[in-house]
């Protein structure tokens, strides 16, 4: 199984592959959805958000190098530092991770591409018109001027906030869009889309890395969403979430940030460390030390990093056991971290190490993160961080963990790819000049405010008196800060520099093991074929595999139907299920982002007519998309992949990636209500009285819409089945049945607090039990168009027994509305009466 005859016409199947797989000219080449275009547009454009941020970071160190200063005013410094925090967060710190998976995971595979390149190219966009929209807003002296976390009741405070906190509830949501999109791409192609051979125990570690991380999002994004949906309710319609006033609570809003704020720092160093996994092997010249140990603490962070979140709010009065919980949590995700790093220590101490700019980079950076690490034991203990909270011993504390933990690895892992984007590697010479200045000038910057926090100086002022201790510990910091910069402005003239007369380096420059290597800078496929693999480092341990691979000895060495190919494997062995046909370029996924951007957008200046413009604009360019890119019939069951083996080109079911794709959209959707529900209970349990007196929806209607919704999930289940048995009339019958169920179903769940007169201004308890409904019966229009769907799809004559893959999706959506209702429903019925 190692290899077949070479092929017959070598030069004519790589044309093939060429003209399939490389992107024209002109506008098209805008729309192309190829793996490495996308990784590189991601990339760069993180890179520039990152130096817009970086600038507002000089112009806040600026104002604070001297005491009494006024360059800038104080309404633009609480501008400037929002938005640093913002950008850096959500426009840096996790796309810059998703670009990179994106433009490397395909090869280091062994696939072709990813399993949905239009879903990346539309967080692609996403992504790109959120990040101009929320940072352009300074411009126009409307940027978020509450701090990245937008605590409530400051931020609910229209007088004060404004509209920026508009622009940063709104913006990041649509950018939020982008990060789930990418990690169901990364989850479904690391899972589906191996080489063959392949097993789950022999993926890269980068792979492992990005398959946790993608995981934490699903989990970490939705709860922010969550809050973001009931934060804008507050500040657009008056619903008193946080209005302690009313029955709200200001501490919801902080529960719901946290729980994705601390996972969020892993989810940031996480990628970084993987980064550090594929450079120490390869400059250490031996495999990793400890691979299942790694695996087994790169899982263990991300679980206890979903237990952190409340050391973010030590000091807001919380039980004395609830703090004690989350302090020894805290301490306890230093042991799966510290055996990461003991884990690199081996390998480069068990190899013979060459010293590089990658590892320079690298190994400073683990040194900053060390340092990070142990400030943040001592944050971790509750009476210390009483001491310290929200002063610049935090904010020491956040740089060095952020910039050590994931900027200098990326700066690593800059240098030790570029070569894969044109062939060219970068200066030896200026990588260690800046390497040189940046780690002098972030100690010089950081390492002070350890001092300046524990003498007392807060976050976010914009000016202080020059008697108190603090003037000459700033301007050392802003010093730091530009030294720093030029660093970052020595890599950015790296990368920029005209390389043309630059010879083109030899491929895989750094005999690294893994098969990213074997990438062509000049094709936009992953592998020229599919190869067999049979080690975790296929280049070091199979000796023939790369010409193999350039020789199209292995699966899919053609393009034979001009369509793009790459195949599905199983999930635990990565054998061979399916030839998997991509997409290939298309202005629907540029469309789709736009209109989507405009409901955001026009939702943010309160344009509702606009609102719904765009909404049902971005409604048919999405229907149109599935329309023409998913599901389509092939011209023929099977097809030949090569060494003897043929694989069908249609599956369904858990065997499908559209399945795997919306189950896990399912778990982050569902993640979200989840949060949602914890509201609700929040509520309950800090109130004597949650209802307030206040008539609740009633038994009958709310029963009544769950007895329904019941009933709407047993005739998808019976349509399905008639499906299976090709018996046409009677699927479209239950479809129909089920739909009407649907219908009702979300109108009884309407009539409950309706008919009750539950008006949501007036206190959280009605508010509360309006958006739960209002989420169900958002999610039944959403079933109801999947409904009507599947029926245009049976009459078009595109589903069928055999080709049953929109119903069986749409029945998988079905299994977690109805988990859904009979739970909003019977809890807003019951549980008020159960106190």
Request: aromatic share 14%.
């Amino acid at each position: 199984m190692e290899g077949q005859d070479p092929p017959r016409d070598l030069k004519a199947e790589e044309a093939r592959l060429r003209k399939v797989w490389n992107t024209p000219g002109g506008w098209r080449y805008w729309t192309s959805v190829n793996n490495s275009e996308i990784g590189l547009w991601y990339g760069a454009t993180a890179f520039i958000f990152m130096l817009f941020a970086g600038l507002l970071a000089l112009v806040v160190r600026a104002q604070l190098a001297v005491p009494q200063n006024d360059l800038i005013s104080a309404d633009l410094f609480n501008q400037a530092f929002t938005l640093h925090g913002t950008v850096m967060m959500f426009l840096f710190a996790v796309p810059i991770f998703e670009a990179v998976a994106i433009f490397l995971l395909p090869p280091m595979l062994g696939a072709r591409e990813l399993p949905f390149p239009r879903l990346s190219a539309f967080g692609f966009w996403s992504f790109a018109i959120g990040g101009v929209f929320v940072c352009g807003s300074i411009f126009f002296k409307a940027a978020p001027n509450a701090g990245w976390f937008m605590y409530a009741p400051l931020a609910t405070d229209k007088d004060y906030a404004g509209i920026g906190a508009d622009v940063w509830l709104l913006g990041l949501s649509f950018i939020e869009v982008a990060s789930i999109a990418a990690a169901v791409e990364l989850i479904v192609g690391i899972m589906k889309c191996r080489a063959p051979g392949m097993r789950i125990n022999m993926m890269p570690l980068f792979a492992w890395y990005l398959l946790i991380v993608a995981g934490m999002i699903l989990f970490a994004f939705p709860p922010l969403i969550a809050g973001d949906i009931l934060f804008e309710m507050e500040r657009m319609f008056d619903w008193p979430f946080f209005d302690a006033a009313r029955g709200g609570d200001p501490l919801l809003w902080q529960h719901l940030f946290w729980i994705f704020g601390h996972p969020e720092v892993y989810i940031i160093f996480l990628p970084a460390i993987a980064l550090m996994a594929m450079i120490v092997p390869t400059f250490s010249q031996r495999p990793i030390v400890g691979y299942s140990w790694i695996v087994l603490a790169a899982v263990g962070t991300g679980f206890l990093s979903f237990g952190l979140w409340v050391h973010h709010m030590f000091a807001t009065g919380l039980p004395q056991i609830s703090l004690a919980f989350f302090s020894a949590a805290s301490t306890a995700v230093a042991i799966p971290t510290g055996v990461q790093i003991f884990v690199f220590m081996a390998t480069m101490l068990a190899g013979r190490v060459i010293f590089s700019v990658p590892m320079l980079f690298g190994t400073g950076g683990v040194a900053i993160f060390i340092i990070g690490g142990l400030t943040g034991v001592m944050v971790a203990l509750a009476p210390f961080d009483w001491q310290a909270h929200d002063t610049y011993f935090i904010v020491a504390h956040l740089h060095y963990v952020l910039i050590g933990g994931m900027l200098f690895p990326v700066v690593a892992g800059i240098y030790y790819y570029f070569p894969l984007v044109d062939g060219k590697a970068l200066s030896d010479r200026l990588g260690k000049i800046a390497f040189w200045l940046m780690f002098t000038g972030f100690n010089v910057a950081f390492f002070p405010m350890h001092l300046t926090g524990l003498r007392g100086m807060p976050r976010r002022v914009f000016t202080y008196p020059a008697d108190i201790g603090w003037d000459w510990l700033n301007l050392i910091s802003t010093i730091g800060a530009f030294v720093f910069a030029a660093g970052v402005g020595v890599v950015v003239i790296d990368i920029l520099r005209p390389k043309k007369r630059q010879p083109d380096v030899k491929p895989n420059l750094w005999n690294a093991g893994t098969l990213e290597w074997l990438a062509e800078p000049k094709e936009s496929w992953g592998v020229r074929s599919i190869p067999i693999i049979s080690s975790r480092y296929p280049l070091w341990d199979q000796p023939d595999l790369a010409e193999g691979i350039k020789q199209g000895r292995y699966y899919l060495p053609d393009a034979k139907e001009g369509l793009r190919e790459t195949l599905v494997t199983s999930v635990l062995d990565a054998k061979p299920i399916q030839v998997l046909r991509v997409g290939g370029t298309s202005m629907v996924t540029i469309a789709a982002a736009i209109l989507l951007g405009g409901v955001f957008i026009a939702m943010t200046f309160h344009l509702w007519t606009l609102t719904i413009l765009f909404g049902l604009g971005t409604l048919i360019a999405i229907l149109y998309w599935l329309w023409t890119g998913t599901g389509a019939i092939p011209e023929a069951k099977e097809k030949d992949v090569g060494l003897g083996l043929s694989l069908p080109i249609y599956v369904s079911g858990p065997a499908s990636v559209g399945w795997w794709a919306m189950f896990i959209t399912m778990v982050g959707d569902g993640t979200a209500y989840g949060s949602l529900l914890f509201g609700y209970f929040f509520y309950w349990t800090i109130h004597d009285d949650f209802t307030a007196g206040l008539a609740g929806p009633g038994l009958v209607w709310p029963l009544a819409g769950s007895a329904l919704f019941l009933a709407s999930w047993v005739l998808m289940l019976m349509a399905r089945q008639a499906n299976e048995r090709d018996r046409t009339s009677l699927t479209r019958m239950l479809l129909s049945a089920s739909m009407l169920a649907t219908l009702i179903g979300a109108l009884a769940a309407f009539l409950g607090p309706h008919r009750y007169g539950m008006d949501p201004t007036v206190h959280v308890y009605p508010a509360i039990v309006w958006v739960l409904v209002g989420w169900l019966m958002v999610h039944a229009a959403a079933g109801l168009i999947m409904q009507g769907f599947c029926l245009a799809r049976s009459f078009a004559g595109r589903m069928s027994a055999a080709y049953d893959m929109d119903i069986r999706n749409v029945t998988l959506f079905w299994h977690f509305l109805t988990v859904t209702a009979l739970t909003t429903l019977p809890v807003i019925a019951l549980f008020p009466l159960a106190r």
